[in-house]
């Protein structure tokens, strides 16, 4: 690679190690789509939270050891899963868990969109941030209006190439590519358009639910989205 392009491919000959992970755990579907998905273009690990981690934003646990686990996923390859955060796997990840430094970090799919102020939110983007401090290339992938029967196989599709592409042709140093696939089918999609993040406005409320001893338990939930 020439300039200021990352050169993604490992200069010792082996396939490059590309690194999966998420926030919505180890057994999340979009997860499983995306390592079928990118498994023929190089080396896939899978390092993910053992349980739903979504908001986690780019929270680290910094007093207490992390446990880690190998899991098999539904094709039956390895996977580790670690009661950590997305930032965590991440940095286990690129710090000494596996054998050699990962190439490329691959963040989703992620079961809804990360759009304007989500971002500052989603434990998918801050995992694939957390690729780019490590100097490591990263994009996070999110599948738009999830739902029952919503086929993975698009943004999985669209992953396939999309990596193909940064592995072949690089894109520029400290870039995070936050990537969000719309819910049409796969002949419906015309291409990809860089854009800019816009606000998201929340309508949270918090909601008095009940008292247990001395404590008042409560629940914050979003009313209503706005653009």
Known sequence: MAGRDCA??????LPPLIVLTNDDGVSSPGLAALKAALDPLGDVEVI????NRSGAARSITMS??????????????????TDGTPVDCVRMA???????????IVSGINLGENLGDDITYSGT???ALEGIMLDIPAIALSAEGYHAGYDLDVPARFARRLVSFALTQGFPAKTLLNVNVPDRPWEA??????????????????????ARGNRRVYHIYNDDLSW
């Open 8 to 13: 993604l491919v490992a200069f010792d000959s």
């Open 48 to 51: 993910a939270p053992d349980q």
């Open 64 to 81: 207490t050891p992390l446990s880690v686990e190998e899991v098999d996923l539904p094709d039956g390859s390895r996977a580790f899963s």
């Open 94 to 104: 690129a710090l000494g868990l596996l054998d050699r430094r990962p190439d490329l």
């Open 125 to 127: 983007v801050a995992a």
């Open 189 to 210: 999609l015309a291409g990809a358009r860089l854009t800019v993040l816009g606000r998201r406005i929340y309508g949270d409320k918090v909601e008095y639910r009940e």
